[in-house]
């Protein structure tokens, strides 16, 4: 998703391997895969269908959730997105779209990722995380002092959330249990994006380029929220937490 719309790459199609498929100039922020069908947010304010298969929009599916959309998820049998409006879910299958980050005035919701634990989202209120899609928002005590908040993932049985100030390693009830930053051996604390695989925890950082981090959980004690921490590299700041950075 690119600031020309959405670009796919495949060497078989052209010489480059790469081809805009538009919407051309339209600033586009987020994908989401639903089978062999690619939806698409952009800043504003509709998320897209693509079909790759007859290589068209289908323009009847395009819908409006409110705002700039800053992420798109799937969850269960709906897609959520992020917007700057408040988070929106809707059925893949088609249905009116609903608001579903809590009463009040709609919020700027910055991000949203699932885990086995749930949906998480990031608003100026601090990461929120929804259950169950049928259940109400719970928020996660102190979150909203962490800084901006670019990512959620678990590695069992810690949540990982990425943020300007550095990596929250949390229990699964999201409860802060350790704080890893520059002096834990990351590059660089401020963190705008992260990925996890089998062997290693991507950060995409703010001016610092792509970090691979080996993260080697130790253990957590979900009943009293402490565990052992280590590191290599200098003393870090910590808080009973878990892991290990490279």
């Known amino acids: 998703a690119t600031n020309q719309g959405l670009i796919l790459h495949d060497p078989a199609i052209t010489p480059s391997g790469f081809e805009i498929i538009g919407p051309q100039g339209r600033l586009s922020t987020s994908i989401a895969i639903a ?14 269908l693509y079909d790759p298969e007859t290589r068209k929009w289908i323009d009847e599916a395009t819908w409006s959730p409110g705002g700039p959309v800053r992420s798109l998820c799937l969850w269960g049998e709906s897609l959520w997105a992020a ?47 929804l259950r169950s899609p049928a ?23 810690a949540v990982l959330v990425g943020t300007e100030t550095g990596l929250m390693v949390c229990d699964r009830a999201g409860a802060r249990i350790a704080v890893l930053d520059r ?45 052992r921490h280590r590191h290599s590299g200098r003393a870090g700041r910590r808080a009973g937490g878990v892991g290990r950075c490279v």
């Open 83 to 129: 917007t700057g409006n408040g988070l929106f879910s809707r059925k893949v299958d088609g249905g009116e779209s609903v608001r579903v980050d809590g009463k009040g005035e709609p919020q700027d919701i910055r991000g949203a990722w699932i885990t086995a634990e749930g949906l998480w989202f990031a608003s100026p209120d601090g990461l929120f995380v």
């Open 183 to 227: 002096d834990s051996g990351l590059y660089t604390p401020a963190i705008g994006a992260i990925a996890v695989d089998d062997r290693y925890l991507w950060l995409g950082t703010l001016g610092g380029g792509l970090s691979r981090v080996v993260f080697v959980v130790l253990g957590v004690d979900q009943g009293g929220g402490r565990g």
């Open 135 to 157: 259940s109400a928002p719970d928020p996660i005590s102190g979150s909203r002092e962490w800084g901006p908040i670019h990512g959620v993932v678990a590695a069992d049985p």
């Open 35 to 48: 089978g062999n069908r690619i939806w698409m947010g952009g800043t504003d304010g509709k998320v897209c």
